[in-house]
């Protein structure tokens, strides 16, 4: 409001004695011009007032600016790396997620973001947070969540094929909820038979912006039907499609790469716990 005020009366300080001179000093036959074209008080006058608000505004600009790009000195720190096409969140203690990202509500989070492909931006617009991530290099912001439950986040930078489905989802939990979170990953699991875990994983972790389940190819092999059969690799052997094959192929996802799709997929070792692994395999046995 300042700024604008300020503009305001620097507006109409302009505006009106200019159209004042235009019309006081406006043309007629043998109206002589004045000679003196040049005051030095004026020009000093006009130069050192302006740099002198200018000047404040900037400091004044750059407390707001300082509070907004470094957060409170206890804030959790949770580094977010983003990569095609996915989120991976990793918490003070080493727990990590893939495409989760969970905090304790009223608590100061402090993000160090860094990609490893191409440029992403982490944007949750419920708490209007929104900052580009790029590689080799760390962009920091903080935000305190203040509303217990979900809310979408998803990335604002074109950053390929399947930037439109690269989401993830934030929970704001109780302390008490967040403590549960951080000891076993939520006990969400127990309430659903393994297949139905696994096809709300498929979602979650980002599996489907590559993996179709209804026959047709996406950027990687369907899911549909595979389970129980040989698959050809692009090393001309093939490999029958069965548990330990899924769970390398999520863990060590370049070693047995199946033929006609391109090693694009990251590997997800370390982020899926051993409930999530097992829902996804009997997600995918059920999908004759
Ligand atoms: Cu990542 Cu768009």
């Not at 893939?98 to 492909?117: A, G």
């Not at 580009?132 to 935000?143: C, K, N, Q, S």
């Not at 939520?186 to 994983?201: A, L, S, V, Y």
Request: aromatic fraction near 12%; charged fraction near 20%; hydrophobic fraction near 40%.
């Amino acid at each position: 409001m300042a700024i604008f005020w300020l503009s305001v009366v620097m507006f109409l300080g302009l505006m009106i004695p200019m159209c004042y001179f235009a019309w006081r000093y406006r043309y007629k036959p043998g109206r002589v011009t004045p000679h003196q074209t040049h005051s030095t008080v004026m020009e000093v006058t006009w130069t050192v007032i302006p740099l002198l608000l200018c000047v404040g505004l900037f400091f004044w600009g750059i407390i707001g600016y300082m509070q907004f790009a470094v957060g409170p000195g206890e804030s959790m720190e949770i580094q977010v790396t983003a990569k095609q096409w996915l989120w991976q969140f990793e918490f003070p203690d080493g727990t990590r997620a893939v495409n989760e990202l969970h905090v304790p509500v009223n608590k100061s989070i402090h993000l160090v973001m860094t990609s490893e492909d191409v440029l992403h931006d982490f944007y949750i617009p419920d708490m209007r947070v929104k900052r580009d991530i790029v590689p080799g290099r760390y962009t920091e912001y903080w935000f305190t969540p203040e509303t217990i439950g979900k809310h979408v986040s998803t990335c604002a930078e074109y950053c390929g094929k399947g930037h439109s489905d690269m989401k993830a989802t934030v929970f704001v939990d109780t302390p008490k909820d967040f403590a549960i979170w951080m000891e076993t990953g939520g006990d969400e699991w127990m309430h659903h038979t393994p297949e139905e875990w696994g096809r709300i994983q498929y979602e979650q972790k980002g599996c489907q912006s590559c993996h179709n389940v209804d026959g047709t190819r996406s950027k990687g092999p369907t899911w549909k039907g595979i389970y129980g059969k040989p698959v050809k690799l692009n090393n001309g052997t093939s490999v029958m499609v069965d548990e330990a094959y899924l769970r390398e192929s999520m863990m060590q996802p370049s070693a047995k790469v199946v033929d006609g799709f391109e090693n694009i997929m990251p590997t997800f070792q370390g982020l899926l716990r051993e409930n999530e692994i097992r829902g996804l395999v009997a997600y995918i046995k059920s999908l004759q």
